[in-house]
Nanobody
Framework: QVQLVESGGGAVQAGGSLRLSCAAS????????MSWFRQAPGKEREFVAA????????YYADSVKGRFAISRDNAKNTVYLQMNSPQPEDTAVYYC?????????????????WGQGTQVTVSS
């Protein structure tokens, strides 16, 4: 049974930093492309960041480029999202997602597995 478990969310002040983690089990982690999405109240789930199997190729939404960094540790079956200088508009539930097949990395339908999400609240 595949599980993706996010952690590290919480409350942070604007301009601070936060690191989210997503621990995967039940799959061959190194064979999966991993991503982070987020969903704010009343809004659709949106793409945040993605990376390939080795972590050498990364992709970011324009809204977080230069502030957030995605990385992975295949030895620990974990993907991370380092959030630097978060702003109130980054407040959302953050989800990690995994996909083995190729496809559009920013599209939710491309992903086979999802975590349960972790809440991030940024105060001004």
């Amino acid at each position: 049974q595949v599980q993706l478990v996010e952690s590290g969310g919480g409350a942070v002040q604007a301009g601070g930093s936060l690191r989210l983690s997503c621990a995967a089990s039940g799959l061959t982690f190194s064979s999966y492309r991993m991503s982070w999405f987020r969903q704010a109240p009343g809004k659709e789930r949106e793409f945040v960041a993605a990376l390939g199997w080795s972590g050498s190729n990364t992709y970011y939404a324009d809204s977080v480029k230069g502030r957030f960094a995605i990385s992975r540790d295949n030895a620990k079956n974990t993907v991370y999202l380092q959030m630097n200088s978060p702003q109130p508009e980054d407040t959302a539930v953050y989800y990690c997602a995994a996909r083995r097949r190729s496809g559009a990395y920013a599209v939710t339908q491309s992903y086979e597995y999802w975590g349960q999400g972790t809440q991030v609240t940024v105060s001004s």
